[in-house]
């Protein structure tokens, strides 16, 4: 019988996130592109997995 083994809470999740923007406005209108690249960790005592995500967005806004 271990009991540091069985008292310690093993798993670890670590999110990052990086992001970089640029928005524009003219007339009446905006216009904003993003960059998102976020990084996800997971470990315990029996696995460790890493993955890493990209992805962009697009927003348009019109005021009255």
């Not at 093993?10 to 640029?22: C, E, H, S």
């Not at 592109?33 to 005592?45: A, F, N, P, Q, T």
Request: glycine fraction near 10%; charge should be negative.
């Amino acid at each position: 019988f271990e009991p540091d083994r069985w008292l310690k809470d093993g798993d670890q999740v670590t999110v990052g996130d990086l992001q970089a923007g640029v928005s524009v406005q003219r007339g009446g209108g905006e216009l904003s592109l993003s960059y998102i690249r976020r990084e996800v960790k997971y470990s315990d005592r029996n696995v460790s997995i890493s993955e890493t995500e990209d992805f962009a967005g697009v927003s348009f806004t019109m005021r009255r």
